[in-house]
């Protein structure tokens, strides 16, 4: 009982009687005659770190300054702390905005560009230079205080468009693709002190972003758009391991896509006859479905076995030949091209420095995987 | 974007005093903003033209100002008096319609010639080191600062008999008796090439300057000898800039009045002088008046729509 | 890298002599002694005092630099105006009237909107009563109309330039459309409104067409005097004159040089100290 509470507290999206922090209902985007976001309905909690993942132009950053009150909603509602936004301009908003291009005031100092925000809410000039004085040393930019955005490095500028955005200790921030403009080391450090904030600050935040490992890092649950809508939100393991639909399961990671057609369908099991592997997919667990009915199995490549001899058992396993071999390092990706002529993807961690009678080139192998490893997707 | 709402407390002073009486009229702050620029430009440019368009078709009389009433109002219907008189004479006497030909003629040739002129240097420049680049641009910007007056005046101190290059060519031998150089069309060519050459440049830099060099070597790289490359990738790419300039010169150059003046002779009839000429000589306004709107009609009017297509095109 | 070929660099050597050998002569003969400006008859700076004490020249040059001082501030306020509407606010009932009102005096000849604005100030005159002759006033109105034009065009492209999130983002930190404007707008495009600034300084000293048509008697500007004593024929001591001139801006240019290169090699100066 206790540790559901505690389930429930870090999870309030799971507790029915929690009141959403931000409610995006129905909302709709037109700009003439393109619909960049269409009806779209999220909730999302209190001390939630989420991530709006898409492709560039899926909406996800038009959601995003709506929310900021950039544009407004063609229709539908946004409430945030269960105040209706509409007519609100972005400087009457409770929320604060951290952009792609850090948009910091060039003729500004480092110091004047963070306390310029609580100027303008009429803080005083001593108030807001100690505040200013504790974010900066927050982002550890103390010593860079009377510098002017030019002479700062990018890493450099990102914290001092963070600090900005959160010294005016907002309800909601939004972050638009805050670590694109950074190196992958850098990224991959500032990712983690990003949730450190995130978490001793206890503010929500929403962050737009293209890069699903990013999302994967970063998120408390991801919602992911495509074309303008809502394709699926959930928590990161749901979306990588339980995706809703094959576009889901082919944009978060590298997924095999198998078509195939439902042959038995049992209440513990389905089979899909699949001419792609020459054989029949035993899927571990029911589906409702019908007879005959076209379905698809999504597979990821990690979740494949690789061998030389045939696996036990008559179904999940195919014949036929490494066409490529990528090495990663840390891993190796195989193509193996099927005797039906379909390539699958599978990978395979490299655990020590050199193997002998490693598969490779041109080899003959059997693909073969457990029946709880894919996912059945009608959509 | 959410519309500019009534400014606050944090809003400058001067501001809440202008717009808050303002807005009791119904005048958002928005609004007034807009009609600041739109009311000047209404009054002071596009009202002329239609002051313009109505002496042009007004008797010339000698009165002050000299040009009849338009129209008469007796209290009761208005009578209006309109001459097309002015423009019969512009067709009837073949003075204007040669002037007409000439400065297109003239403005046409000065262009060209600019471009082939300026068409290396600005290559010359937007292909030079940084240093020497800024350095090159700011000599061609520079004598638009000084006084176009007297930079025209100063090839009259060149161009004359006695003047710099024939005293030169006298002394070095070249020649015996001075050329006449000074009242001719070549002077006109001259001047206008020289003091809107800097135009030319600009333009030219500015499209040249972020030509990509990789497409260049890309250009060389298929095989294309430099004189290939140039008439396949540069100068396609550099279009907007050859557009622009071109336009830049030729357009202002149509209307010139103190080129012709001082450079040209008595039969170099230019437009722009001929205007002059019926306004301050004549004193015939409405005469003007119908030059200036034929001129209007006939030159401004296509260039300010092709301008408008090409921003258009570029837009999309 | 492509080949070079010494016509590039000598067409540009041409192309710049062509541009400077004028204006060097007109300095060099400011200092000569003869009357005859071509003719070298030693050296003097005696055109130098003539100018000074030529009251007509004097009192032009005033004119002349107080017009073009109000022109150019009045314009820069206008041009700016035109340009932020255009620029941000998006669609309103009278924007294409102003985007061409505000083109089209580019390519206006200028004996067209000289002949039009005294036409204009004339029959204002004889429905109002205002401008009651003309003059200064006039001729500040005319320079200032097309001026703005030139400004618009600098801040227009100012603001293209600019990355216009730096204003949402003012915006999102709780500042008000005015309050952006005067903190962060204003401030990153002021160097295109220096620069438009000057540019329309220099249109209005420049200019003489315009002037002649809208002035009336009592103010005649530089340009006008000059032109009519050009017309005359030769005078030295418009030679002085020009020089003078020369002098101001290759000091005003050489002193902008200065500050950028000193602003810069700062810059550079604290990125070091990394």
């Given at each position: 009982m206790t540790s559901q509470v505690a389930a429930t507290l870090q999870?309030?999206?799971?507790?029915?009687?929690e009141n959403p922090f931000v409610r995006i209902h129905r909302v709709t985007k037109k700009f003439g005659d393109f619909?960049?976001?269409?009806d779209v309905s999220i909730d999302i909690y209190k001390g939630e770190l989420f991530c709006l993942l898409g492709?560039?132009?899926?909406g996800k950053s038009t959601l995003l300054r709506m929310l900021a009150g950039f544009e407004e909603p063609s229709g539908g509602r946004i409430e945030i702390d269960g105040q209706?936004?509409?007519?609100?301009?972005p400087y009457d908003r409770p929320t604060n905005m951290m952009f792609q291009s850090y948009a910091?005031?060039?003729?500004?100092?480092v110091e004047r560009n963070v306390a310029y925000g609580l100027l303008r809410e009429g803080v005083s000039r001593a108030e807001a230079r100690d505040r200013t004085a504790e974010m900066l040393k927050m982002v550890q930019l103390e010593r860079f205080a009377?510098?002017?955005?030019?002479?700062?490095s990018g890493g450099q500028r990102q914290r001092v468009a963070l600090a900005r955005s959160l010294v005016k200790r907002p309800k909601l921030l939004l972050l638009d693709e805050?670590?694109?403009?950074?190196d992958k080391k850098l990224r991959e450090e500032t990712q983690f002190e990003l949730i450190r904030i995130q978490e001793s600050l206890g503010v929500t935040f929403i962050i737009v972003t293209h890069d699903q490992e990013e999302a994967m890092t970063l998120a408390s649950r991801i919602g992911v758009m495509n074309d303008g809508e809502i394709v699926q939100v959930g928590e990161p393991v749901e979306i990588y391991e339980?995706?809703?639909?094959r576009f889901v399961a082919d944009f978060v990671g590298s997924v095999n896509i198998l078509e195939g057609r439902v042959t038995e369908d049992e209440a513990n099991f389905i089979r899909l006859g699949c001419p792609d592997i020459g054989a029949e997919i035993h899927v571990g667990h029911g589906f409702s479905c019908t007879l005959n009915q076209t379905l698809w199995y999504a597979i990821r490549p990690e979740k494949i076995r690789l061998t030389r001899e045939r696996p036990e058992g008559r179904h999940n396993n195919a014949k036929g030949v490494v066409e490529e071999v990528a090495y990663l390092g840390n891993l190796s990706i195989y193509r193996v091209r099927l005797d039906s002529g379909r390539v699958i993807r599978a990978t395979k961690a490299n655990l020590s420095r050199h193997e002998d009678g490693a598969i490779t080139w041109d080899d003959p192998v059997w693909v073969s995987w457990d029946d709880t490893a894919g996912v059945v997707l009608s959509a | 974007m959410p519309r500019a709402q009534a400014?606050?407390?944090?809003?400058?002073a001067l501001w809440r005093w202008t717009a808050a009486p303002l807005a009791r009229l119904g005048l958002s702050g928005r609004t007034l903003v807009i009609l600041v620029p739109v009311i000047w430009l209404l009054v002071f440019f596009l009202i002329p033209f239609l002051v313009v368009a109505k002496i042009s078709l007004s008797e010339p009389m000698i009165a002050q100002p000299p040009y009849a009433p338009l129209g008469t109002w007796d209290g009761l219907r208005l009578t209006l008096d309109l001459n097309f008189g002015n423009y019969a004479f512009l067709l009837d006497d073949p003075l204007y319609l040669n002037a007409y030909v000439f400065s297109i003629q003239t403005a046409f040739v000065s262009a060209a010639l600019a471009l082939l002129i300026g068409y290396p240097m600005a290559w010359y420049i937007a292909r030079s080191p940084e240093p020497r680049r800024t350095l090159l641009l700011l000599l061609v910007i520079?004598?638009?600062?000084?006084s176009f007056l007297l930079r025209v005046y100063a090839w009259q101190g060149f161009l004359r008999s006695n003047g710099v290059i024939n005293n030169f060519l006298i002394a070095t031998g070249i020649i015996d008796t001075p050329l006449v150089?000074?009242?001719t069309n070549f002077a006109v060519y001259l001047g206008i090439v020289y003091t809107y050459l800097p135009f030319m440049i600009l333009p030219l830099y500015a499209t040249l300057v972020k030509l990509d060099d990789s497409l260049l070597e890309a250009s060389a790289d298929l095989g294309a000898r430099p004189v290939a490359t140039f008439f396949h990738v540069t100068l396609p790419l550099s279009m907007p800039g050859v557009i622009a300039g071109f336009m830049l010169v030729f357009v202002p150059a149509i209307g010139e009045f103190v080129i012709p003046e001082l450079l040209?002779?008595?039969?170099?009839?230019m437009i722009g002088k001929v205007l002059w000429g019926e306004f301050?000589?004549?004193?015939?306004w409405p005469v003007a008046s119908a030059v200036a709107i034929v001129m209007l009609v006939v030159v401004v009017v296509p260039f300010m729509l092709l301008r408008n297509a090409q921003a258009r095109a570029e837009a999309e | 890298m492509m080949r070079r070929s010494p016509f590039l660099p000598l067409i540009c050597i041409a192309g710049f002599v062509f541009l400077y050998a004028p204006i060097v002569s007109l300095v060099v003969f400011?200092?000569?002694?003869?009357?005859?400006?071509?003719?070298?008859?030693g050296f003097s700076t005696k055109w130098y005092g003539a100018l000074f004490r030529d009251p007509q020249i004097l009192g032009a040059a005033w004119v002349s630099l107080q017009v073009a001082a109000i022109a150019a501030t009045v314009a820069v306020i206008l041009g700016t105006l035109a340009a932020y509407v255009l620029m941000?606010?998006?669609?309103?009932?009278?924007r294409a009237l102003l985007t061409g009102m505000v083109t089209a005096p580019l390519v206006m000849p200028e004996v067209i909107t000289g002949l039009s604005l005294l036409l204009l100030f004339v029959a204002m005159e004889q429905i109002f009563?205002?401008?009651?002759?003309?003059g200064m006033t006039t001729i500040i109105i005319a320079h200032t109309t097309f001026a703005m034009a030139y400004v618009a065009v600098v801040v227009q492209s100012r603001l293209t330039g600019m990355d216009q999130s730096v204003e949402e983002a003012a915006m999102d930190l709780g500042a008000r459309p005015v309050r952006v404007f005067f903190d962060i707008t204003l401030p990153i495009i002021s160097p295109a409104l220096v620069a438009g600034w000057l540019l329309a300084f220099t249109l209005s000293l420049d200019d003489l067409v315009v002037a002649s048509f809208v002035t009336g008697p009592g103010a005649s500007t530089l340009p006008m005097v000059i032109f009519s004593k050009v017309r005359m024929g030769v005078s030295p001591d418009i030679n002085a004159l020009a020089t003078i001139i020369i002098a101001i801006v290759g000091l005003g240019v050489g002193l902008a040089m200065w500050v950028m290169v000193r602003g810069r090699n700062r810059d550079k100066a604290v990125q070091r100290t990394e």
């Amino acid at each position: 009982m206790t540790s559901q509470v505690a389930a429930t507290l870090q999870k309030p999206w799971l507790d029915q009687a929690e009141n959403p922090f931000v409610r995006i209902h129905r909302v709709t985007k037109k700009f003439g005659d393109f619909i960049a976001v269409h009806d779209v309905s999220i909730d999302i909690y209190k001390g939630e770190l989420f991530c709006l993942l898409g492709g560039s132009g899926c909406g996800k950053s038009t959601l995003l300054r709506m929310l900021a009150g950039f544009e407004e909603p063609s229709g539908g509602r946004i409430e945030i702390d269960g105040q209706d936004m509409a007519g609100f301009a972005p400087y009457d908003r409770p929320t604060n905005m951290m952009f792609q291009s850090y948009a910091l005031f060039p003729h500004m100092s480092v110091e004047r560009n963070v306390a310029y925000g609580l100027l303008r809410e009429g803080v005083s000039r001593a108030e807001a230079r100690d505040r200013t004085a504790e974010m900066l040393k927050m982002v550890q930019l103390e010593r860079f205080a009377g510098r002017k955005p030019h002479q700062l490095s990018g890493g450099q500028r990102q914290r001092v468009a963070l600090a900005r955005s959160l010294v005016k200790r907002p309800k909601l921030l939004l972050l638009d693709e805050p670590l694109g403009a950074l190196d992958k080391k850098l990224r991959e450090e500032t990712q983690f002190e990003l949730i450190r904030i995130q978490e001793s600050l206890g503010v929500t935040f929403i962050i737009v972003t293209h890069d699903q490992e990013e999302a994967m890092t970063l998120a408390s649950r991801i919602g992911v758009m495509n074309d303008g809508e809502i394709v699926q939100v959930g928590e990161p393991v749901e979306i990588y391991e339980y995706p809703k639909s094959r576009f889901v399961a082919d944009f978060v990671g590298s997924v095999n896509i198998l078509e195939g057609r439902v042959t038995e369908d049992e209440a513990n099991f389905i089979r899909l006859g699949c001419p792609d592997i020459g054989a029949e997919i035993h899927v571990g667990h029911g589906f409702s479905c019908t007879l005959n009915q076209t379905l698809w199995y999504a597979i990821r490549p990690e979740k494949i076995r690789l061998t030389r001899e045939r696996p036990e058992g008559r179904h999940n396993n195919a014949k036929g030949v490494v066409e490529e071999v990528a090495y990663l390092g840390n891993l190796s990706i195989y193509r193996v091209r099927l005797d039906s002529g379909r390539v699958i993807r599978a990978t395979k961690a490299n655990l020590s420095r050199h193997e002998d009678g490693a598969i490779t080139w041109d080899d003959p192998v059997w693909v073969s995987w457990d029946d709880t490893a894919g996912v059945v997707l009608s959509a | 974007m959410p519309r500019a709402q009534a400014p606050g407390m944090s809003a400058p002073a001067l501001w809440r005093w202008t717009a808050a009486p303002l807005a009791r009229l119904g005048l958002s702050g928005r609004t007034l903003v807009i009609l600041v620029p739109v009311i000047w430009l209404l009054v002071f440019f596009l009202i002329p033209f239609l002051v313009v368009a109505k002496i042009s078709l007004s008797e010339p009389m000698i009165a002050q100002p000299p040009y009849a009433p338009l129209g008469t109002w007796d209290g009761l219907r208005l009578t209006l008096d309109l001459n097309f008189g002015n423009y019969a004479f512009l067709l009837d006497d073949p003075l204007y319609l040669n002037a007409y030909v000439f400065s297109i003629q003239t403005a046409f040739v000065s262009a060209a010639l600019a471009l082939l002129i300026g068409y290396p240097m600005a290559w010359y420049i937007a292909r030079s080191p940084e240093p020497r680049r800024t350095l090159l641009l700011l000599l061609v910007i520079l004598p638009f600062w000084t006084s176009f007056l007297l930079r025209v005046y100063a090839w009259q101190g060149f161009l004359r008999s006695n003047g710099v290059i024939n005293n030169f060519l006298i002394a070095t031998g070249i020649i015996d008796t001075p050329l006449v150089m000074l009242q001719t069309n070549f002077a006109v060519y001259l001047g206008i090439v020289y003091t809107y050459l800097p135009f030319m440049i600009l333009p030219l830099y500015a499209t040249l300057v972020k030509l990509d060099d990789s497409l260049l070597e890309a250009s060389a790289d298929l095989g294309a000898r430099p004189v290939a490359t140039f008439f396949h990738v540069t100068l396609p790419l550099s279009m907007p800039g050859v557009i622009a300039g071109f336009m830049l010169v030729f357009v202002p150059a149509i209307g010139e009045f103190v080129i012709p003046e001082l450079l040209g002779g008595p039969n170099t009839l230019m437009i722009g002088k001929v205007l002059w000429g019926e306004f301050f000589s004549n004193r015939d306004w409405p005469v003007a008046s119908a030059v200036a709107i034929v001129m209007l009609v006939v030159v401004v009017v296509p260039f300010m729509l092709l301008r408008n297509a090409q921003a258009r095109a570029e837009a999309e | 890298m492509m080949r070079r070929s010494p016509f590039l660099p000598l067409i540009c050597i041409a192309g710049f002599v062509f541009l400077y050998a004028p204006i060097v002569s007109l300095v060099v003969f400011s200092f000569n002694e003869s009357k005859l400006v071509t003719v070298w008859g030693g050296f003097s700076t005696k055109w130098y005092g003539a100018l000074f004490r030529d009251p007509q020249i004097l009192g032009a040059a005033w004119v002349s630099l107080q017009v073009a001082a109000i022109a150019a501030t009045v314009a820069v306020i206008l041009g700016t105006l035109a340009a932020y509407v255009l620029m941000r606010f998006g669609r309103f009932r009278s924007r294409a009237l102003l985007t061409g009102m505000v083109t089209a005096p580019l390519v206006m000849p200028e004996v067209i909107t000289g002949l039009s604005l005294l036409l204009l100030f004339v029959a204002m005159e004889q429905i109002f009563g205002w401008p009651a002759g003309r003059g200064m006033t006039t001729i500040i109105i005319a320079h200032t109309t097309f001026a703005m034009a030139y400004v618009a065009v600098v801040v227009q492209s100012r603001l293209t330039g600019m990355d216009q999130s730096v204003e949402e983002a003012a915006m999102d930190l709780g500042a008000r459309p005015v309050r952006v404007f005067f903190d962060i707008t204003l401030p990153i495009i002021s160097p295109a409104l220096v620069a438009g600034w000057l540019l329309a300084f220099t249109l209005s000293l420049d200019d003489l067409v315009v002037a002649s048509f809208v002035t009336g008697p009592g103010a005649s500007t530089l340009p006008m005097v000059i032109f009519s004593k050009v017309r005359m024929g030769v005078s030295p001591d418009i030679n002085a004159l020009a020089t003078i001139i020369i002098a101001i801006v290759g000091l005003g240019v050489g002193l902008a040089m200065w500050v950028m290169v000193r602003g810069r090699n700062r810059d550079k100066a604290v990125q070091r100290t990394e």
